[in-house]
C-alpha cells in the first residue's frame, strides 16, 4: 500500500514515487459534496422507475392507501439512519454495513455480511438489466420499428456503465444529477398538473384514513415501498471521496431517505387522485404498466407521456451506474482487507477509481447476462425478478443487521448522550426492520411472481451467503490469523484514526 496520505489531499490516488505501477489502494478525495452524494444513492432507487413500475402493483395490493406503505418505509429507514450515522462518526464509514457489524457483532459475522453485500448488490445491479435491455428494445421497436434482441443493448450499457465509472466518482456524480432532475421533474409535472386541475372528482383525503391505511394489503404494500429505497445506505460508501465527510455524509443520507419518502407518498397519492379513489384500482387492474403514462397524457399531454417513455430509461440507465459505483466500493474495501484477490484493491492512477473492481464487474455482469440470454430467458420475468429478489432481501436483512451492531457497538463502548440515543434509535430500527423482512419474505410472491419452490431458492441464497461468509471468516482466523485480524480494519487514509478494538473473545466474553 501506498504511504498514507492526508484526507485532505487533492488526489490521494496518485502514486507515491515509491509505489509500482498500478499498485495504489486509494481512493480520489475530496471529490463530492453532499448534494453530488444524495445524486448518487437516489438515483441508485430510480425514482421514476418504481413509480411508473411499481406503484400500480402496490395500489392494486394495498388499495388507496398505497402512498403511506411508503412513508412508512422512509420513516422505519429514517430511524434506521439515526443509528448508521452515529456509528460512522466512530468508524470512518469505509465498508458500511461490512465495517459496522465487524466492529459491532465481530469479524466472522462481518465477513459474512461483506460477502453477502457483494452479492446483494450485484444482483440488483445486473437483475435491473433485464429491465434496461427489455425496455430499449420495446422503444426502438416503437420508434424505429427495427426488432434486434434485448441482450445486445444491455451488452452496450454495460460497456457504457464500465466507462463512466472508470472515469472517476464525480463525472458519475455529475452524470447522475442530469438523469436524475430529469426524471424528478416529469414526476414532479404530473403531480402539480393533477393538483391544478383538481384530479378526476377533486382531490381527497382518503389516502391517509384509518380504514385505507389498515386495509389488509398495506403489508404487501410494505415490500414494495421498502425495496423503493435500495441502495440510500450507500452514502457512508463514499466517505472517503466525500469533502467534509463528518457533516456532507449525514446530510446525504438524511436528505436522500427524507426526500424519497415524502417525493414517492405525493406521487402515488397524485396519481390516485388522476383517477379517483373509485377509478384508480380498476384503471390498474386493467393495465398497471400504463397507469402512469394514461395519467400524464391527460393532465399534461401526449409529449409528457413519450418524455415520460425516454426517461424511463434513463432512469434505470442512471440506476447502474450507481449500483456499479456502489458495488466496486465494497469490493474494493473487502479486497484491501485481503477477503477478496488483491489486485481488486487497486485504483486507476489518474481517475483515482477502484478501475480493476469495477472492471471485474462489468465482466461478471457480461457473463450472466449472456447465460440468460443463451438460455432465451424472458429478461423482465426471469433476469429482473429472480436475480433482482435475493439483493432486495439481503440488503434489508443487512440493515437489520447492522443495527443490531450499532446497539452492540455502543452499549459495550460509548457512554455518551449521543450513544445513548443513537442506542435507542438502532433498537427500534432492529425491531422495525426485521419485521420488515419478515413482511417481505411472507410476500416474495408478488416481487417474483414464481411458485414457492422457486422463491425458497431466491430467498435461500441469502442466508446462504451469509453461513459462507462467516465459515471463511473461521478459516482465516485459523490459517491467515493476521488477514482474520485485519477484518473491517480502518484505514488511516480514509479519514479514520485506529484505536484499540477489542477482540472476538472480548466481545463475546462481554457479550456473556
Known sequence: MSPTTSPGAPNSSTPSPGDPPGSTEHLKTNALGATAIAFLVVAAAAPLTVMAGVSPVAILVGGIGA????????????????????????????????????????????????????????????????????????????????????????????????????????VGARILGVLLLAETAILALLVVAVIF??????????????????????????????????????????????????????????????????????????????????????????????????????????????????LIITSVFASQIAFHNAINRY???????????????HSHPRYGSPSVAGAVQSVLAVIIVGVFAIMGADPYNDLLLKVNTPGVVGIIGLQAITSAAVVAYFVRRRHTVRARVAVVFAVAATVLLTLAVTLLVSHISLLTNAPTPTNVILVGIVPLTLIIGVVAAEVLRRRRPEVYAGIGGMHPEDGHVPAAEPTDEQLEASAR
Open 67 to 170: 402512498p403511506v406503505g411508503y412513508l412508512a418505509a422512509g420513516a422505519v429507514l429514517t430511524i434506521f439512519a439515526v443509528g448508521f450515522m452515529a456509528m460512522t462518526r466512530h468508524t470512518g464509514g469505509a465498508g458500511a454495513f461490512y465495517s459496522y457489524i465487524s466492529l459491532g457483532l465481530g469479524r466472522r459475522l462481518g465477513m459474512g455480511a461483506g460477502i453477502l453485500a457483494v452479492v446483494s448488490y450485484n444482483a440488483l445491479q445486473i437483475g435491473v438489466y433485464g429491465l434496461l435491455g427489455q425496455q430499449v428494445s420495446d422503444a426502438v421497436s416503437q420508434l424505429a420499428g427495427i426488432d434486434l434482441p434485448w441482450w445486445l443493448f444491455v451488452l452496450v450499457a454495460i460497456v457504457v456503465v464500465w466507462l463512466v465509472g472508470r472515469r472517476g466518482i464525480d
Open 197 to 310: 386541475q383538481g384530479g378526476d372528482s377533486g382531490l381527497s383525503g382518503a389516502s391517509f384514513t384509518p380504514s385505507a391505511v389498515f386495509a389488509p394489503g398495506m403489508f404487501g404494500v410494505l415490500a414494495f415501498a421498502f425495496a423503493a429505497f435500495m441502495g440510500f445506505e450507500s452514502t457512508a460508501l463514499y466517505r472517503p471521496e466525500a469533502r467534509n465527510p463528518e457533516r456532507t455524509i449525514p446530510r446525504a443520507t438524511y436528505g436522500a431517505v427524507i426526500f424519497m419518502a415524502l417525493f414517492y407518498c405525493l406521487v402515488v397519492w397524485a396519481v390516485i387522485q388522476a383517477f379517483g379513489n373509485q377509478g384508480v384500482i380498476q384503471a390498474a387492474s386493467s393495465d398497471p404498466a400504463s397507469l402512469f403514462f394514461v395519467a400524464i397524457e391527460r393532465y399534461v399531454g401526449p409529449w409528457a407521456s413519450n418524455a415520460m417513455y425516454i
Open 331 to 345: 469490493t474494493f474495501t473487502l479486497a484491501r482487507d485481503g477477503l477478496l484477490p488483491r489486485p481488486l484493491a
